[in-house]
């Protein structure tokens, strides 16, 4: 099936029932299944027990250090081994290049753990580009101004290594270079640069995560006036869409995707994320893994990814709390949708087991108007760091201090918030700012 037949398809799944959806979710299922069991020494034994009859749940759950130590057998295709990707990999200017001219690598982040290396074949890459073709818009009106104003996308990510969202956009770079509709801004350079970049381009789209789109938006020399602002890669919370469409004046929306299961979820007019249901599996489950009924907070996810045959994510584990609905949407779609609670990752943990949403310590210091910018890193279950950007710091830390500390007392906690020398920053790996994060490290 090729890149064509992939888009007709994609195209027409939006207007399938239920029925034919469960119909061709099996379908693609047991090929997939097949598929492993055939060319996959890891998934061969793994489902050695496994019965014909099998449904989905039969099938023994799969964890990011479980298929990265079997990487050479999870593989499906026997040339391909963790050293012959490392040394690839080794090359940056092998980003978004072919190995053998057959897969793409990929590598996560790892802030939540060690990095997984993910391969796409042509086939997940076709199925890439066709949801994101007619899925990426939540409202027509947007792509229809976004095509008029010659569909200029500027991303601002981590415009280096082998992320998904790096990697992806060389890759189509290198194969169309004439293209100059697309511009990817390093998020770790600085922001005058940043600014001055977006302000040439003029983008009619603008993506990027939305907590470094959040600070950018504080510049008021960022003037640049896009159809749309797409934001992915860590929860869009309603304060950070408010702000973004408050800067820039036009619609403002998410998406739910992992480079290991790929686009899980679009983004409806509704503001409803819709489950791809025709190329990814999605189960909510508790922490033993049963499944949790439509409407409840799950505490992990499972997905399965029928597209992907190079490197086979069959009820794979991902660490994300949803809930899925089952209720029709007004927008007339009939596949499932969900919400995102975040990343349990980053929920903190204090003294005698009390945990705290980082969302929480956000919405504190957000109120403290006489900071600017700031960050805040847990260092030890009694202490946290406070980086910040305000015109009188001192007058800012102590009213920061004393609001944090009634917000730790009221949970019975006594927690020492200390001011840092340091600006907040993003992520010196991934690129991505977090205001509210962990670190034990130092
Ligand atoms: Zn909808």
């Known amino acids: 099936m090729g890149l064509i037949e992939k888009m007709i398809k994609t195209y027409k799944a939006d207007f399938w029932t239920r029925e034919k959806i469960a119909s061709v979710q099996k379908k693609r299922l047991t090929y997939l299944v097949n598929y492993a069991r055939e060319k996959s020494p890891f998934y061969r034994d793994l489902y050695k027990d496994i019965p014909d009859d099998y449904i989905l749940a039969d099938l023994p759950t799969v964890s990011k250090p479980q298929l990265m130590e079997h990487f050479d057998q999870v593989i499906t295709d026997r040339s391909i081994s963790m050293k012959r990707i490392d040394d690839f990999t080794k090359n940056i200017d092998n980003i978004g290049r072919m190995i053998d001219d057959k897969y793409l690598i ?7 753990g060690n ?6 074949d042509k086939g997940n890459i076709d199925v890439s580009s066709a949801v994101a073709a007619f899925r990426t818009f939540a409202r027509k009106e947007d792509f229809r101004k976004f095509m008029k104003h010659g569909k200029k996308t500027a991303g601002v990510f981590a415009d280096y290594g082998f992320y998904l969202a790096c990697g992806m956009s060389r890759y189509l770079q290198l194969k169309m270079p004439h293209k100059k509709s697309k511009i990817t801004v390093d998020v770790n350079a600085p922001e005058e640069e940043i600014i001055s970049r977006l302000n040439d381009f003029q983008p009619a789209m603008l993506s990027g995560y939305p907590s470094n789109l959040a600070l950018l938006a504080d510049f008021e020399e960022l003037n640049i006036h896009p159809d749309v602002v797409i934001t992915g890669g860590e929860l869009l919370t309603d304060e950070m869409r408010t702000k973004l469409t408050n800067k820039f004046g036009c619609y403002v929306q998410t998406h739910y995707s992992c480079t290991e299961g790929g686009e899980i979820a679009c983004e409806c007019e509704e503001k409803h994320l819709h489950i791809n249901e025709d190329w990814v599996i999605v189960e909510p489950v508790d922490k033993e893994g049963n499944p949790v009924p439509y409407g409840a907070m799950s505490d992990k996810v499972l997905i399965t990814n029928l597209s992907n045959h190079i490197q086979p994510f069959i009820r794979y584990e991902l660490t994300d709390r949803v809930i899925v609905h089952n209720e029709k949407c007004k927008c007339g779609r009939n596949t499932l949708w969900l919400e995102i ?8 943990e204090f003294a005698a087991g009390v945990h705290i949403a980082p969302m929480s310590l956000y919405k504190v210091l957000e109120e403290v108007k006489s900071i600017k910018r700031f960050q805040l890193i847990q260092r030890a279950i009694d202490k946290v760091e406070l980086r910040m950007i305000a015109d009188n710091k001192e007058e800012a830390y102590n009213q920061a201090k004393s609001d944090l500390q009634k917000f730790f007392m009221s949970k019975g906690l006594d927690v020492a918030i200390l001011l840092s020398e340091e600006l907040p920053q993003a992520n010196k790996t991934s690129g991505k700012f977090k205001h509210i994060y962990k670190d034990f490290s130092i």
């Open 106 to 112: 990929f590598k996560t982040s790892g802030s939540t």
């Open 115 to 120: 990095p997984a290396v993910v391969l796409y």
């Open 341 to 348: 609670e975040g990343r349990t990752d980053d929920i903190l």
